[in-house]
């Protein structure tokens, strides 16, 4: 069964760090590109970065690059997102979800991990 | 980036009815285009992926299409269970866009 686990939300104030990982199980997962999308609370959804399968491509939006990074460790299944400077639209549920191919996105989702900007 | 325009942002309808849902791309995303279904409070669950192609373990009763850049998906005899957000994505370039999304109620 594919199971994708997040953790590391919280409450944190504007202008600080945090980082998120998510724990795989199930699937190869070196095989598959990962990535986190974001729902801010009664919104819709936000697709916030993607890394492919060995990690040495990278894609976000302008609403996060230069603040967040996106990696990977293959060895342990996990993803992980570094979230720099945290602003508060940064507020959201954040989400992992797997991907084998591009026309076939987003397959498997985990159950998100809430991350609360504010002082 | 590719702006995904969808519609109804909500709707109302009774149980065995037929119901379509639309996103329109402001540009060519060929069928690189799927649906997912959320659920209040749940994580979100790929219906359609390929524009047409039902993802493993979703009801018939669900099916996508594509009319030049418009895509529908479509509930052939809504099941209380359907109650729900949809949301479309488009995957053919970055940033990934969804559409604003779809607010299904059952009257």
């Known amino acids: 069964e594919v199971q994708l686990v997040e953790s590391g939300g919280g409450l944190v104030q504007p202008g600080r760090s945090l980082k998120l990982s998510c724990a795989a199980s199930?699937?190869?997962?070196?095989?598959?590109?990962m990535a986190w999308v974001r729902q801010a609370p009664k919104k819709g959804l936000e697709w916030v970065a993607t890394?492919?399968?060995?990690?040495?491509?990278?894609y976000y939006p302008d609403s996060v690059k230069g603040r967040f990074t996106i990696s990977r460790d293959n060895a342990k299944s996990s993803l992980y997102l570094q979230m720099n400077s945290l602003k508060s639209e940064d507020t959201a549920t954040y989400y992992c979800?797997?991907?084998?191919?591009?026309?076939?996105?987003?397959?498997?989702w985990g159950q998100g991990t809430l991350v609360t900007v504010s002082s | 980036d590719i702006q995904m325009t969808q519609s109804p942002s909500s709707m109302s309808a009774s149980l065995g009815d037929r119901v379509t849902i639309t996103c329109r791309a402001s540009q060519d995303i060929g069928n690189y285009l799927s649906w997912f279904q959320q659920k209040p409070g749940k994580s979100p669950r790929r219906m359609i992926y390929?524009?047409?192609n039902l993802a493993a373990g979703v009801p018939s009763r669900f099916s996508g299409s594509r009319s030049g850049s418009d895509y529908s998906l479509t509930i052939s005899s809504l099941e209380s269970e359907d109650m729900a957000i949809y949301y479309c994505l488009q995957s053919i370039q970055y940033p990934f866009t969804f559409g604003s999304g779809t607010k299904l109620e059952i009257k």
């Open positions: 390929g524009a047409t």
């Open positions: 890394i492919s399968t060995s990690g040495s491509r990278t």
């Open positions: 199930g699937f190869t997962f070196s095989n598959y590109y």
């Open positions: 979800a797997s991907t084998i191919a591009a026309i076939t996105p987003f397959a498997y």
